[in-house]
């Protein structure tokens, strides 16, 4: 009995020891600057939101949070920048609904997103939403639907590229209405507004940051949002699940969230997750945030991998359904 108190004894001093380690590194964490890769180069959505939380960040931990972009390949070139840093919580990835896309859209990545990043927390959500020209024959979205499924192959969609969430969202609202309609990618948004105004498109899936200044100057009309709620800078307009039906469970937007390397300390984890947390709260990030259409939504580093792991799924079967070959 005496020796099993004393092992029992030394268990806990051990116990207690690297407990009281973890918390005087996280207490000592961050000494030098902190590195945020966003995979997008300067002036979106993720770069913004970046720059916005890492201001925020900067200010709270009283150390520099450094934004480095990195596009190219759909975020793949940030994405391995990032997994083969050291996981000590300086070098930090902007992950995207994107990261989820691409262990779909390519055969090889030179790193696996479920096990490569630590999750810390989703940073913030952004609306789709389904467009049409401002003289549209179509006042509605049930106008849309009765004439895609009354002239097959007639309606035609415009996204961005093949493989973006854009694009995806498109193929997902396709396939969840039954419809035969056609999917037609361009380069950049600026290029679908172009045809969408010229009428060579009937509608298009787009960004609403990206479209919001063509939505109130009157130029495009919107028809739905595509997320679970109402986005709320259009409160008047419905989302595609309200159509109800097939499409009653229909949810899709985009996110951006925060993302270490691998086996970066559980501590510096959990101390990046509080501050993340409170930037997020502060009435200064979510007015700046509002500002350019995001939603700030922190949440824990286990709802982050849950979402991933979903995304990773959802997008996967997309693709696969779509017959989208893989890069």
């Known amino acids: 009995m005496k020796r099993r108190h004393i092992l029992q004894t030394t268990a806990a001093a051990l116990a207690a020891s690297a407990l009281g380690a973890n918390l005087a590194r996280a207490a000592g964490w961050p000494v030098r600057p902190i ?35 990195r596009p190219g390949a759909g975020g793949v070139v940030a994405g391995e920048l990032v997994a083969r840093a050291a996981p000590d919580g300086y070098t930090l990835l902007l992950m995207t609904n994107g990261t989820a896309v691409s262990e779909g859209l390519f055969k090889h990545l030179p790193f696996d997103a479920q096990k490569d990043f630590a999750p810390i927390s989703t940073l913030g959500f952004f609306d789709l939403v389904i467009v049409v020209p401002a003289d549209s024959r179509f006042k509605t979205l049930a106008d849309l639907l009765a004439y895609a499924r009354g002239n097959p192959d007639k309606l035609s969609l415009g996204t961005i590229n ?17 419809l035969h309609a056609q999917i037609v990618p361009f380069n950049g948004n600026g290029a679908v507004l172009t045809v969408l105004r010229s009428g060579q498109i009937d509608a298009a899936v787009v960004g609403l940051s990206s479209i919001m200044s063509q939505i109130r100057a009157g130029a495009v009309r919107a028809l739905a949002a595509m997320g679970e709620k109402r986005a709320p800078d259009l409160p008047q307009v419905p989302t595609v699940r309200e159509s109800g039906g097939a499409l009653a469970q229909f949810n899709v937007a985009s996110w951006n969230a925060l993302a270490a390397p691998a086996k970066t300390p559980p501590d510096v984890l959990q101390r990046l997750n509080q501050e993340v947390v409170a930037a997020l709260q502060s009435p200064d990030v979510i007015h700046s945030l509002t500002q350019i259409n995001v939603q700030p939504r922190p949440g824990t580093p286990a709802q982050l991998a849950e979402l991933l792991g979903s995304e990773i799924r959802r997008w996967g079967g997309v693709i696969k359904s779509a017959g989208i070959p893989q890069q």
């Open 35 to 69: 590195k945020i890769v966003v995979p997008f180069g300067p002036g979106g959505e993720a770069d913004v939101t970046a720059r916005i939380v890492g201001q925020k960040l900067s200010e709270q931990l009283h150390q520099s949070v450094i934004i480095e972009n």
């Open 162 to 178: 093949i493989g973006s969430t854009q694009n995806l969202a498109a193929q997902l609202f396709k396939t969840t209405a039954g």
